[in-house]
């Protein structure tokens, strides 16, 4: 009986690549339509000019190719922006009310002052995104990833953060009234300051005194006045 010859799994996986054989590629998340030509002037997608204060309310810009476009101050009211790429888009005063941002991928975008009520971001990632002093109340973040996102001052009022990853977002100061947070996951997640009354699972107690809610009654929220900062020093 002749002996086995053992070949060392290297040697075979080498010679499956010379072969042709290949492990099997996993399918990716999203199909997103790349631009054919670099950024054309006009610069035109389903009728809608990606421009800044663009007017396209009710467009259709699923799985666009917006990596790094200018789109503030745009009016896209309505828009079905689902599984657009827009990443470090400018989205600085953009209306986004009422629009379908499900799994779209913001990461670094920036989206300061953005109105965003009753928007749907289901899966959507605004990893590192700013989105300070943004309004997106009524809007739906479920299983979204919101992870060291910049929400300084920005509104949350009837907001749904269901399973999101809030893990070290920055929530200095945000408006959370009547919202509701269910397995969130907020590792390091900065909630000073934070206004909170009716919201349902969120961290109340974050800060070790009384909510802030409680120390300033005399000041609605999330508004502050330099005295209320001084005393915190």
């Known amino acids: 009986m002749s002996a086995r010859r053992h070949v060392p799994p290297r040697a075979i996986t080498i010679a499956g690549l010379c072969l042709g054989i290949a492990a099997p590629i996993p399918a990716f998340a999203q199909n997103v339509i790349v631009n054919k030509e670099d950024r054309p002037d006009p610069w035109v997608i389903n009728g809608c000019t990606i421009a800044p204060k663009a007017k396209c309310p009710g467009v259709d810009l699923r799985h666009a190719d917006l990596k790094n476009a200018d789109l503030g101050g745009a009016d896209l009211t309505g828009a079905n922006l689902a599984r657009a790429d827009m990443r470090g888009a400018n989205l600085r005063g953009t209306k986004l009310d009422g629009a379908n941002l499900g799994g779209a991928q913001l990461q670094i975008a920036f989206m300061q002052g953005v109105k965003a009520k009753n928007a749907s971001f289901i899966g959507a990632n605004f990893d590192h995104a700013r989105i300070a002093g943004g309004d997106f109340s009524g809007s739906d973040f479920t299983v979204a990833d919101l992870e060291m996102v910049q929400a300084k001052r920005a509104q949350f009022v009837g907001a749904k953060f269901v399973n999101t990853d809030l893990q070290e977002a920055k929530f200095y100061e945000v408006n959370l009234t009547g919202a509701v947070m269910d397995g969130a996951k ?31 009654p005399e000041t609605p929220a999330p508004q502050h006045d330099e005295s209320d900062a001084k005393e915190a020093q």
């Open 186 to 216: 907020i590792r390091f997640a900065v909630f000073q300051d934070a206004w909170m009354p009716n919201c349902t699972g969120c961290p109340v107690h974050w800060q070790s005194d009384k909510p802030v809610w409680e120390l300033y």
